[in-house]
C-alpha cells in the first residue's frame, strides 16, 4: 500500500522515501539517522484503447523529400507504418435552424393559397430543437450540472435563455414523454422480481407545506435481464399508500428494505417479500466496530457466513437460472443452516440496545425473507440493484440540492426514470434522448412509442 502524508514524498525510479524525522516512533528515532525506506509505486495500468465506434480521420506524416533519397542514391520504398491515436473533441457548435414553408396560389384563378404543413413539434411554439432539448436534458439528469450553469453555457454562445424558460422545458418534455415512461411501467410491472427504494427530496414552493420539509422520490428497478426497467415517482408521502399506488396490479416477488411503509403492498394476495442481505450484513458491521480490539467477537462469526453466501454469488453471476437454483441448494443453504443455529442460540444471550443485540433482531425479524431468495435462481440476495439505481439521483441532488415545486419534482422523476433505463440498456442518453425527441411528434399508436424504447433501438439507431 502506498504511504501518504507530509512524512512521504516521491522518490526516483518508482519509489517513495520517509523524510528524515518523520517517523518518531521508531526504535533509535531519537537523534539517529532516518532510514531511507523504498516502497515500489503501483504501476499504471495499460491504457484502454479509444472506442471502435468513433469516427477516425486520418492524419498522414510521410518523410520530408530530403530523407527519401537514400545515401545510395535510390529512392526509398514504403514498407509499413507506425499508428497512434489521439482523442480530439469537437466544442459545441450552435446553430439556428430556419423553416421556410413555400406558399403556393394559382394565378389562374381565385383559388386560396395553400402553405406547406408545418413539421410536427415536441413543443409547440418553441425555440428548441430536438438536439437542445436533449442536450438540456442530458446534462441536469445524467451530468448532474444545474439548469443555472446551463444557462451560463449558453450565454457563451450569445444565447439568453433564462432558467425559467428551461425548467419549463424539462416540465413540458417531461410530460409529452409520459407514454414511454407508461410502456415501461408496464414491462417493469410484468416481471416476477420487483425492487424498491425511497429517498429524500426537498421542494420548496409545495401548497400547504414549509420549504423545509421533506419529501420523497420513490425508486422501482426491475424488468427482464435484457430488458432492464428504473423507475422514479415523486411524493410528498414516504406512508404505505404510496408502494400501493405505484404496485397496484403487481405480482411477484418484491425486495425491500425493512421499512413498514412496504408492509401492506407486500401484505397482498400474490406478492411475496424478500429482504436485503446487504442490509443484515451492516448491521452486524456496525456491532463489529464496538467489539475489543484485536479480538474475534460473535459478529464476526456471522460476518464470515454472510461473506461465504455473497461469494458464492460471484461465483455463480454467469449461471442460468436453474443452475444457480441449484448450486444455492447445494452450498448456500448449509450456510443459512448454521445461521440460523447461532441465530437461535445467541439472540436470548444479548442485550436488545447493544449494537450486536440490533444486529440480532434485525436478522431474526427479517429471517423468512431473507432466506426467501434460495426459492429460486432468479431472485436477488440483495437490494443492491434499488440502491445502485437511486445513486445517480442522490449524486445529481447534491448539485441543485432542491426542486422548486411539484411539477419541477415530477419532471425530474419522469426524466431520471428515461436517462436511467436508457443508460441501464446500454444507451448513450443524450443520443437516445434527442432520437426519441425528433420521432415522438409523429408518434401516433402504441406501436410507434414501443419502437422509442431503449431495447428497441440499437445504439447506432440512436446516435
Known amino acids: 500500500m502506498r504511504p501518504s502524508g507530509r512524512g512521504f514524498e516521491g522518490g526516483v525510479h518508482g519509489a517513495v522515501t520517509v523524510e528524515e524525522g518523520a517517523c518518531t516512533d521508531e526504535p533509535g528515532g531519537d537523534g539517529a539517522e532516518a532510514e531511507e525506506v523504498m516502497v515500489p509505486l503501483k504501476r499504471r495500468g495499460k491504457r484502454k484503447p479509444l472506442p471502435a465506434k468513433l469516427p477516425r480521420i486520418d492524419v498522414i506524416h510521410e518523410l520530408p523529400e530530403h530523407a527519401l533519397t537514400c545515401e545510395c542514391g535510390c529512392r526509398k520504398q514504403a514498407i509499413g507504418e507506425e499508428t497512434s491515436e489521439q482523442l480530439e473533441i469537437i466544442p459545441m457548435q450552435v446553430r439556428v435552424i430556419r423553416h421556410i414553408r413555400k406558399t403556393y396560389a394559382c394565378k389562374a384563378c381565385e383559388a386560396a393559397p395553400v402553405t406547406a404543413d408545418k413539421p410536427a413539434q415536441l413543443i409547440e411554439k418553441s425555440l428548441a430543437s430536438p438536439s437542445v432539448l436533449a442536450m438540456l436534458l442530458a446534462t441536469k439528469y445524467a451530468d448532474g450540472i444545474p439548469l443555472y450553469r446551463f444557462e451560463r453555457m449558453l450565454s457563451r454562445h450569445g444565447i439568453d435563455i433564462s432558467r425559467q424558460t428551461l425548467a419549463r422545458w424539462v416540465i413540458q418534455c417531461g410530460e409529452q414523454l409520459q407514454p414511454v415512461i407508461n410502456l415501461m411501467r408496464d ?148 450456510i443459512i443452516d448454521q445461521l440460523k443455529t447461532w441465530l437461535d442460540k445467541t439472540q436470548p444471550q444479548v442485550a436488545g440496545q447493544t449494537a450486536l443485540g440490533k444486529a440480532v433482531n ?102
Not at 424478500?274 to 474475534?296: D, I, M, N, S, Y
Not at 461469494?311 to 448456500?332: F, T
Not at 434485525?362 to 425473507?369: G, K, T, V
Not at 436477488?380 to 447534491?398: L, W
Request: proline fraction near 6%; aromatic fraction near 8%.
Open 187 to 334: 414491462r417493469l410491472l410484468d416481471y416476477p422480481v420487483l425492487h424498491c427504494d425511497e429517498t429524500r427530496l426537498q421542494v420548496l414552493h409545495e401548497p400547504g407545506r414549509d420549504p423545509t420539509t421533506q419529501s420523497w422520490m420513490w425508486v422501482q428497478s426491475g424488468g427482464p435481464p435484457d430488458k432492464p426497467v428504473i423507475l422514479f415517482d415523486y411524493s410528498s408521502s414516504r406512508a404505505q399508500e404510496v408502494p400501493l399506488r405505484l404496485l397496484a396490479g403487481y405480482r411477484g416477488y418484491l425486495m425491500t428494505d425493512d421499512y413498514a411503509g412496504y408492509n401492506a403492498v407486500a401484505a397482498q394476495e400474490g406478492i411475496e417479500r424478500l429482504a436485503c442481505w446487504a442490509h443484515a450484513r451492516r448491521k452486524f458491521v456496525e456491532a463489529q466496530k464496538v467489539q475489543p480490539k484485536g479480538k474475534t467477537g460473535r459478529a464476526d462469526i456471522v460476518l464470515n457466513l454472510i461473506n461465504k453466501l455473497y461469494g458464492i454469488e460471484r461465483e455463480l453471476k454467469e449461471a442460468d437460472d436453474s443452475g444457480r437454483l441449484a448450486a444455492r441448494q447445494q452450498r448456500s443453504r448449509p
Open 362 to 463: 434485525y436478522l431474526a425479524s427479517n429471517w423468512s425473507r431473507l432466506v426467501r431468495y434460495l426459492e429460486g435462481g432468479h431472485l436477488p440476495i440483495d437490494n443492491n440493484r434499488a440502491e445502485n439505481a437511486i445513486r445517480p439521483f442522490v449524486i445529481g441532488r447534491k448539485n441543485w440540492l432542491f426542486s422548486d415545486t411539484p411539477k419541477g419534482a415530477r419532471a425530474s422523476a419522469q426524466i431520471y426514470s428515461l436517462i436511467e433505463t436508457a443508460k441501464a440498456n446500454g444507451q448513450e442518453p443524450y443520443a437516445w434522448l434527442r432520437h426519441i425527441l425528433e420521432r415522438l411528434p409523429t408518434a401516433s399508436s402504441v406501436d410507434d412509442c414501443e419502437a422509442l424504447l431503449p431495447w428497441n433501438c440499437s445504439p447506432a439507431t440512436a446516435s
